[in-house]
Nanobody
Framework: VQLVESGGGLVQPGGSLSLSCVGS????????MNWYRQAPGKERELVAT????????NYADSVKGRFTISRDNAKNTVYLQMNSLKLEDTAIYYC????????WGQGTQVTVSS
């Protein structure tokens, strides 16, 4: 099982970024996919979840209305569109899934700074 995130970077407050995570080594379309983040000195927190078909999503209160999770099962890819970014969105962002175990990508750094 491999999860590879991309798309992080440096952005000003109010800006946007789009993250991608490509899964391999498992039947991607069968499983719920999640985005987590971990800011310096803080615990990892769940940001967004999408069901296997992509028809149901959930978000942390802190990102509702600003972030959108989506997936393309034909491309084995889950996305996180992040708009209206705030300083407090700065973190390493991880995609994750769970079946026999919990699997994590290596993470991608998102830095929001003026």
């Amino acid at each position: 099982v491999q999860l590879v995130e991309s798309g992080g970077g440096l952005v000003q407050p109010g800006g946007s970024l789009s993250l991608s995570c490509v899964g391999s080594g498992f039947t991607f379309s069968r499983y719920v996919m999640n985005w987590y983040r971990q800011a310096p000195g803080k615990e990892r927190e769940l940001v967004a979840t999408i069901n296997s078909a992509g028809g149901s999503t959930n978000y942390a209160d802190s990102v509702k209305g600003r972030f959108t999770i989506s997936r393309d099962n034909a491309k084995n890819t889950v996305y996180l569109q992040m708009n209206s970014l705030k300083l407090e969105d700065t973190a390493i962002y991880y995609c994750s899934t769970k079946f026999w175990d919990v699997y994590w990508g290596q993470g991608t750094q998102v830095t929001v700074s003026s």
